[in-house]
């Protein structure tokens, strides 16, 4: 026995709360991982995820929860420290994030790393079937596919990297370089958000593994070959337009308009409340605008969910510190009574609430200095079903590749970003109606389905060709 398919990915789909009634329950985790996914499972109708239910409760039992299987993997405190906090977001994360703030290299980091890792590739090597297909996720498990394979030779593994793999110059500095490198080679299939990323990784494996490579190819001493490919992942977009065309939806969209004291135009972000988001000097840009004198709070609110985050780590905590503290003066110095220039809100938000605000919003703002994706301008491109509604989205996330019609910004250049914000706020409706439409049709082409099924179905045939042992050609570099 055993499962046909196994999610594997550091977080389970839910996180384990404290409610406000004292007892424990489940919510759903944050990011954009666990909106892509979810979908998948649901759409091959089984399989398990593996995943860290947060916390250090080791008592767990796999459950089900809202029509999904959960193998629940708990940490102890240390690796959490040391895996989750340390490796994963204190080097890797601002490492692969453009340094945008300054990665820690610690070697009682890497351990725990190892030892996490290790552990969810057993976890899942003992709940695969057969010849099952394996999906890893992200780079909190890059070690995983090789474990797994060594464990598991049966197994068709693939990996997919959903933050941005950084260029040779960057990753090099890693003192582990080579063996996150051969970590990932363990998959027949690594799959990144842009094709950038596999030719760096590609790149990499050549100069610092030695393996030969051809374009996108990497031949094994064991005759093994791995795919490293681009497959933007994106949403559930006819769900999300559905759920933003819904009565419920649209009469919260109206409410949240007159709550905030019927302005002419709505700002909105809605981020993980993270450095790489570029939170603060988008709201630097607002800021400058009304005290400029080209809109007043009467005119324009910028609404900024700022959803809690790696909380126990300490950049995050001085981020957070600095936001307020930027909120709070923003609105001391040009708000007036009852209306705030920033409406600031330190929550996460369930997906109708999230859609009601993407309908209300007349100019969404996404403007991180690197971001794999950035799944939240793909959503409220999804929810403007009347094709109005401008996008201001930073070059340096993935989703700039696909949304050529939204205003893109360099999230450096604070005033670049006011001439953007201020072109969003003067535009034509026919000039929204021009843009929104062609992304619009983007979006519905390429939602997560084509995604995932595009990437299971590179995977078979990765395996297909390895199983014929193919020829290598005599000239690869
Ligand atoms: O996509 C990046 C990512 O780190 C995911 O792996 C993760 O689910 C999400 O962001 C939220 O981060 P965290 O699990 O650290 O709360």
């Not at 839910?14 to 666990?34: A, C, H, I």
């Not at 990323?197 to 996108?216: E, I, M, P, S, Y």
């Not at 709505?266 to 993270?274: A, N, S, T, Y």
């Not at 403007?367 to 989205?393: I, Q, S």
């Amino acid at each position: 026995m055993g499962n046909d398919l196994v999610i594997v990915a550091n977080r389970l789909p839910v996180d384990r709360v404290t409610l406000p009634n004292g007892e424990t329950g489940w919510r759903r985790s944050p990011g954009g991982l666990v909106a892509a996914i979810e979908p998948v499972m649901r759409t091959h109708g089984g399989g398990v995820w593996i995943g860290w239910p947060g916390g250090t409760d080791q008592k767990l039992k796999p459950f089900e929860e809202d029509g999904l299987a959960l193998v629940p993997l708990s940490m102890t405190q240390d690796e959490i420290e040391g895996h989750y906090e340390g490796f994963a977001n204190g080097t890797l994360w601002p490492l692969y994030h453009d340094l945008v703030a300054k990665p820690e290299f610690h070697r009682e980091w890497w351990d725990e790393y190892v030892k996490v890792n290790r552990r969810f590739a057993e976890k899942a090597a003992d709940l695969a079937a057969k010849n099952a297909t394996v999906w890893v996720h992200d780079y909190q498990l890059q070690l995983v596919p090789q474990y797994l394979r060594e464990l598991r030779p049966d197994l068709r593994i693939g990996f997919y990297l959903h933050i941005p793999f950084p260029p040779a110059e960057l990753f090099q500095q890693l003192p582990w370089r080579r063996q996150l490198l051969e970590g990932l080679l363990g998959a027949d299939l690594v799959g990144f958000q842009l094709p950038g990323a596999a030719q760096n990784f590609v790149r990499l494996v050549r100069q610092r593994v030695g393996h030969k490579t051809h374009r996108d190819l990497v031949y094994l001493p064991d005759g093994r070959v791995v795919r490293a490919a681009a497959f933007p992942i994106s949403i559930d977009a006819a769900g999300f337009e559905d759920l933003a065309n819904s009565d419920q939806v649209v009469e919260r969209a109206k409410a949240l308009r007159e709550a905030l004291g019927s302005p002419r135009t709505i700002f909105l972000g809605i981020d993980r409340l993270d450095y790489t988001k570029g939170i603060y000097a988008r709201l630097r840009a607002f800021g400058e605008l009304i005290r400029d004198g080209h809109f007043d709070v009467e005119d324009a609110v910028f609404v900024q969910v700022a959803v809690p985050s790696r909380e126990q780590v300490e950049q995050y905590r001085l981020l957070r510190d600095e936001i307020e503290r930027l909120v709070g003066r923003l609105n001391g110095d040009l708000g007036r009574i009852g209306r705030p220039a920033i409406s600031y809100l330190h929550t996460s938000y369930p997906r109708e609430e999230m859609a009601a605000l993407y309908r209300a919003a007349d100019i969404m703002v996404v403007t991180p200095y690197r971001d794999g994706m950035n799944l939240v301008a793909k959503e409220y491109v999804a929810c403007r079903v009347e094709d109005d509604g401008a996008l201001v989205l930073s070059e340096f996330a993935g989703a700039a590749d696909e949304l050529r019609q939204a205003w893109l910004v360099n999230p450096y250049d604070i005033n670049g970003m006011k001439t953007a914000l201020l072109e969003a706020y003067q535009a034509e409706p026919k000039e929204l109606t021009r843009r929104m439409r062609a992304m619009r049709k983007q979006i519905r082409q390429h939602d997560v389905k084509a995604w995932a099924s595009s990437f299971m179905t590179e995977l078979e045939d990765q395996v297909h060709t390895d199983h014929q042992k193919v020829v290598r050609p005599a000239n690869r570099s």
